[in-house]
Every structure is written in structure tokens, then in C-alpha cells.
T-cell receptor, first 111, second 112 residues
Framework: DVKVTQSSRYLVKRTGEKVFLECVQD?????MFWYRQDPGLGLRLIYF???????EKGDIPEGYSVSREKKERFSLILESASTNQTSMYLC??????????FGPGTRLTVT | DAKTTQPPSMDCAEGRAANLPCNHS???????VYWYRQIHSQGPQYIIH???NNETNEMASLIITEDRKSSTLILPHATLRDTAVYYC?????????????FGGGTRLMVKP
């Protein structure tokens, strides 16, 4: 079974802090994704990566950056957290782009 | 990606088949039908996908009409653990950069 793990289930940070969210997958998948999910807005793609050191912007990249130094690990960085970045963050991986396998999510609260 | 329409909620008795409909009348020839579900407080889970033929796996069956304008996800013997929001999505299948867009979905409640 594919396993996607995320570093924290719940996180509380203060406005202006730098925040790191880590995602690890164990199935040697080429593609990894970061989404955020908000009530009424559904799932929105922040960034995705199709290979090590490669990244592409999704629909809402502003205020975020990503890092993929190793194939199994994809990190999302909030350079200076703001209250409007309070959300559920979901990481996913995919071998061929057909099905995506999601982690359990990180519920981030920025106060 | 084509838009989908699903009923907002459905109930199903435990042990019975759950049939979840989805309309996608503007689907293009190269778009696949995908189903995901999300159990409360968990990440979405892939269920099944198909292009035009019916598909079955260990979780569910997917029935796509001949004109491809609608489909039905069938959970053959629903259990309480199948209570979740089910999302029907249409998208080009293999394009990794083609993100998933979840609409409102159908909230399935499996009752004892």
C-alpha cells in the first residue's frame, strides 16, 4: 500500500513565523502535490513537483514556496505565516498522474 | 475540466448497495471519470477511475453510460466505515500537473 505521511496533524503558529510542512511518500512516486482545503472552497492546488528539484505553481502559490531535494520528500514552506493561511494542508503523491494518494493532512492555525 | 453534478446527500442501510450518481454532461473525449472519498478529518482516498468501460476493483464498481454523460459509483455492501463525502471528478487522466478539483460531493451516511 502507498503510504504518504505528513509531519504534523495539528500545528499552531503565530503571524509572521516561518512554517515548514513536510511530506514523505514511500512508493518511489515521481509526482507530489500540496493542496489546501477550506470549507466552501474545496481542494486547491498550491504547488506540485514532477521530479527532484522540479516544481510548478498551482492555482494559489502566493505566500508559499516548496522544496524537493529527495524524491520521497516534498516540503511546503510558509515564509511569513498569516491568518488567511489557516487551513487544512494536504500532501499527495502519484506515479503516473492517474490516481493520487493523500496523506492524513495537517490542520494549521495561524494566530 | 468538465463540471460535475452530484446530490448533496444520501442515506444507505448497512449491508445494502450504495449507488452514487454523477452527471458530467460536458465531458470531453479524453477526460476520465474519477471517484474519491473523504472520511471526516482524513485526507481524500482514491476509489476508482474509468474512461468509457465499466470498471471494478476491490472497493467499488463504476458504471459509465454509453454517452458518457453520467456515471454511478456502486459500493456493493456498504458498511458504517463507508460513511464519507464522495467526490466525482472528470479530468484528463495522465497529466500529472492536472490538479484535482473537488466540488461539493455527496455526503453518504450509512446507517445500521
Amino acid at each position: 500500500d502507498v503510504k504518504v505521511t505528513q509531519s504534523s496533524r495539528y500545528l499552531v503558529k503565530r503571524t509572521g513565523e516561518k512554517v515548514f510542512l513536510e511530506c514523505v511518500q514511500d512508493m518511489d512516486h515521481e509526482n507530489m502535490f500540496w493542496y489546501r482545503q477550506d470549507p466552501g472552497l474545496g481542494l486547491r492546488l498550491i504547488y506540485f513537483s514532477y521530479d527532484v528539484k522540479m516544481k510548478e505553481k498551482g492555482d494559489i502559490p502566493e505566500g508559499y514556496s516548496v522544496s524537493r531535494e529527495k524524491k520521497e520528500r516534498f516540503s511546503l514552506i510558509l515564509e511569513s505565516a498569516s491568518t488567511n493561511q489557516t487551513s487544512m494542508y494536504l500532501c499527495a503523491s502519484s506515479l503516473d498522474g492517474y490516481e493520487q494518494y493523500f496523506g492524513p493532512g495537517t490542520r494549521l492555525t495561524v494566530t | 475540466d468538465a463540471k460535475t453534478t452530484q446530490p448533496p446527500s444520501m442515506d444507505c442501510a448497512e449491508g445494502r448497495a450504495a449507488n452514487l450518481p454523477c452527471n458530467h454532461s460536458t465531458i470531453s473525449g479524453n477526460e476520465y471519470v474519477y471517484w474519491y472519498r473523504q472520511i471526516h478529518s482524513q485526507g481524500p482516498q482514491y476509489i476508482i477511475h474509468g474512461l468509457k468501460n465499466n470498471e471494478t476493483n476491490e472497493m467499488a464498481s463504476l458504471i459509465i453510460t454509453e454517452d458518457r454523460k453520467s456515471s454511478t459509483l456502486i459500493l456493493p455492501h456498504a458498511t458504517l466505515r463507508d460513511t464519507a463525502v464522495y467526490y466525482c471528478i472528470v479530468r484528463v487522466g495522465h497529466n500529472a500537473g492536472n490538479m484535482l478539483t473537488f466540488g461539493g460531493g455527496t455526503r453518504l451516511m450509512v446507517k445500521p
